[in-house]
């Protein structure tokens, strides 16, 4: 007779169960970002990364993530590459006894924009076509050419044209045409 021992790797034991050491809230999100983030987790599967749960909210997805690390990384990528508020908050979840230290589960939100890179926005009155954002929207003021940089708390009501820049678009809102 043969005894077979099956055995986990405590990286990978950790997947389907119900550890989490944080939560990712897209809220807004668009197919794109989810996709993105689901990448950027599946490349990182061999480092014992892994979402654990997806919860359905009311205006986004909650993703559990087995590393607090990675799972800042991956938000800072995410809110590089599609712009938003990013939100990073601490909570104190247990006292380790053996270790004498304090375990934290990081939540983090990231609120993402009605809009995306490539697309015409309406701020202030002014049509801008959005080239870059972060933490700053930059774009291109369609009616003079100027660049404009707008601090993503200061949006405010903004208008999104629902198609990215052609070049109907532009010469629809050039005062040159």
Same mark, same amino acid.
């Given at each position: 007779?043969?005894?077979l021992?099956?055995t986990?790797?405590k990286a990978c034991?950790?997947?389907?169960?119900?550890?989490?050491e944080g939560?990712i809230?897209?809220?807004?999100p668009?197919?794109k970002?989810?996709?993105?983030?689901?990448?950027?987790?599946?490349?990182?599967?061999?480092?014992?990364v892994?979402?654990?749960?997806?919860?359905?909210?009311?205006?986004?997805?909650?993703?559990?993530?087995t590393s607090?690390k990675?799972?800042?990384?991956?938000? $800072?990528?995410?809110?590089k590459?599609? +712009?938003? &508020? #990013?939100k990073?908050a601490e909570q104190l979840?247990?006292?380790? %006894?053996?270790?004498s230290?304090?375990?934290?589960?990081?939540?983090?939100?990231?609120t993402?924009?009605?809009?995306?890179k490539?697309s015409?926005?309406?701020h202030d009155?002014?049509?801008i076509?959005v080239t $870059?954002?972060?933490?700053v929207?930059? +774009?291109? &003021? #369609?009616?003079?050419?100027?660049?404009?940089?707008?601090?993503? %708390?200061?949006?405010?009501?903004?208008?999104s044209?629902?198609r990215?820049?052609g070049?109907?678009c532009?010469?629809?809102?050039?005062?040159y045409?």
């Open positions: 007779p043969v005894l021992s099956i986990v790797c034991g950790r997947e389907g169960g119900q550890y989490f939560v809230q897209l809220r807004n668009t197919d970002a989810i996709q993105s983030l689901r990448e950027q987790v599946s490349s990182l599967r061999e480092r014992g892994f979402i654990n749960n997806e919860v359905e909210q009311k205006n986004g997805i909650d993703f559990y993530m607090q990675h799972l800042q990384t991956i938000a $800072k990528r995410l809110h590459e599609f +712009g938003g &508020n #990013l990073v979840f247990t006292h380790d %006894k053996q270790r230290r304090d375990l934290f589960r990081v939540n983090v939100l990231l993402l924009f009605p809009f995306f490539g015409i926005i309406v009155g002014k049509p076509h $870059k954002m972060g933490k929207i930059s +774009g291109v &003021n #369609l009616l003079n050419g100027n660049k404009v940089s707008i601090d993503s %708390k200061r949006l405010g009501d903004i208008r044209e629902e990215r820049v070049k109907e532009r010469s629809r809102w050039s005062p045409h």
